[in-house]
């Protein structure tokens, strides 16, 4: 015992200490995990107390706060408006001098319908603002549209033969530009470029190719000394054989160049040209260009126009010809069509520069009576047109998909062996509804209940279609031209056009040096560049 009148030390043992450590890490472990356990969800972010009563200036600091909350929202209510007035292609300026004028009492609200939207637009001034920016909107599209018609009637005949009759239409990947932006852009581009690369897909060249536009062309040549060069990519998706007959029929029309201008998407089924690969191509096209250029002695540049069908690849083509100098993304790209929205210039060098221009879904040159608006709406999906998020409906697509490939046997096999599939059973008669519902199952696009997902199914088959895992092409068509001074029955005139081209093309050969490239007009295309 300690002694009497002695203090008594307040200090703890380590072993005590130690094991109040223990049994308190122990308590917080266990409460912890019964947290956890506990199904009530508690939010761990503490909730603001908020301002007290008793702070003298609580009143001014709730009215600031409010304040900025609804500055903020003004705002974005404000950049909401932008982006939709440049979704309609409303001058932004415009949207400006409104939002500027915010607050002030010259903003003019009397346009309004009625008394009571007038009140309440008064009221909220984003409503006011809001009113005021779709009047001025209506406005400058009057304005836009008076302005447009006049310089359409200042055009010639030609130009308004191209405006008028329809000949040009717009993309139907770009719903919110109008047509008439387009033609003006097609235009621009005849008339800059020297020479024009038509580029045309290799699997459907006849479906991206627009006689009227090479007459539009040609008319433009006659005072300008222009060239018109088809340039065939996306080679390495049809056979060789195929190719070879594609550039002999091509070649009786104009100068032909096959081109690879870029590899093929995964998985894509591909076929070997051996020599014809995307350095070779692209060092064949551009060494023809730069001949012209160096041959053509002008003081200036020479002008490149490269046009087509949406995601044909024209800007590859233009990265295939700039990746010469070892440049590389001069022109972005996509597997999607409408990636290009603009006119666009790369230079090359001081004899040489290149125009990319936005895909147009020209006229098509297909014989027979024109299709109605489900059928034309498949044909473009089939060539890759129309982008992903504006399909409405794909079936129709692959509805036509299936009908060309059902006339090769082989073809419509190898189909059903990119997805795996048996012999389809067509009991009722509908073979696309019975293929979609087999591609659902094994891709897994089913709905609740296991329901297959049509749409999601024929959206999958577009895509592998776009993207070359599904194999497909157009076969050339066959002329039967005069032999030995025999004339066939139905065929003359088509002969005869092909004498009149066979100058063209042979003269146009000489100036860009590509005699060499195929060998005589009666011998085989020559694969190798």
């Known amino acids: 015992m300690p002694k009497v009148g002695k203090p008594i030390s307040k200090r703890t043992s380590t072993r005590l200490r130690n094991s109040i450590q223990k049994k308190s890490a122990e308590k917080q472990r266990k409460l912890r995990k019964q947290a956890k356990n506990n199904p009530e969800w508690r939010s761990k972010i503490k909730k603001d107390p908020g301002i007290p009563n008793l702070f003298p200036f609580k009143a001014k600091v709730l009215e600031e706060i409010e304040e900025s909350k609804r500055r903020k929202e003004e705002e974005k209510q404000r950049a909401r408006l932008l982006a939709k007035a440049r979704r309609e292609g409303i001058d932004v300026k415009d949207i400006d001098q409104v939002a500027a004028a915010e607050g002030d ?40 549209d008076e302005d447009e018609d006049d310089m359409d009637e200042d055009m010639s005949e030609d130009d308004m033969e191209v405006g008028e009759e329809g000949s040009m239409n717009a993309p139907a990947v770009r719903k919110d530009s109008s047509r008439r932006a387009f033609d003006k852009v097609f235009k621009n581009v005849i008339e800059q470029a020297d020479v024009v690369l038509y580029v045309l897909d290799a699997r459907d060249p006849n479906g991206t190719r627009s006689k009227e536009v090479e007459r539009q062309i040609m008319a433009a040549e006659a005072g300008h000394n222009k060239r018109l060069i088809l340039v065939l990519n996306k080679i390495d998706l049809i056979p060789p054989q195929v190719l070879k007959d594609w550039l002999n029929h091509l070649r009786r029309s104009f100068p032909t160049l096959p081109l690879r201008a870029a590899n093929s998407a995964a998985n894509a089924r ?39 069908y949406p995601n044909v690849g024209k800007s590859s083509v233009i990265n295939a010809l700039t990746s010469q100098l070892g440049k590389k993304g001069n022109c972005p790209t996509g597997a999607e069509a409408g990636v290009t929205t603009s006119l666009r210039e790369v230079k090359i060098d001081s004899k040489l520069k290149l125009l990319d221009s936005p895909g147009i879904v020209f006229p098509s040159s297909a014989e027979g009576a024109k299709a109605n608006r489900t059928e034309e709406q498949a044909r473009l999906i089939l060539l890759n047109a129309v982008p992903p998020k504006e399909i409405d409906d794909p079936v129709p697509a692959v509805t036509l998909l299936l009908k060309r490939l059902s006339a090769s046997a082989d073809g419509f096999q190898k189909l059903l062996d990119v997805y795996g599939l048996p012999a389809l059973m067509t009991a009722n008669g509908d073979l696309t509804t019975n293929f979609l519902v087999q591609v659902a199952r094994k891709r897994g696009r089913l709905g609740k209940g296991g329901v297959p997902n049509i749409h999601a199914a024929a959206q999958t088959v577009v895509t592998d279609w776009r993207d070359g895992r599904i194999q497909g092409w157009m076969d050339a068509p066959t002329l039967q031209l005069a032999k030995e001074g025999k004339k066939t029955p139905g065929n003359s005139e088509s002969a005869g056009l092909v004498g009149d081209q066979k100058e063209i093309v042979t003269e146009w050969a000489k100036e860009f040096k590509l005699e060499g490239l195929w060998g005589d007009s009666n011998e085989d295309t020559a694969m190798e560049a």
């Open 270 to 308: 591909t076929f070997d040209h051996k020599a014809l690969t995307v350095k070779g191509t692209s060092e064949t096209l551009f060494r023809a260009l730069k001949t012209y250029a160096h041959s053509s002695q002008l003081k200036r540049a020479i002008t490149v126009g490269v046009i087509g």
């Open 105 to 144: 009492e010259d903003i003019d609200i009397s346009d309004m319908d009625d008394d009571d939207a007038m009140d309440e637009d008064s009221a909220n001034p984003m409503a006011a603002l809001l009113a005021s920016a779709r009047a001025r909107a209506q406005d400058f599209d009057g304005e836009a």
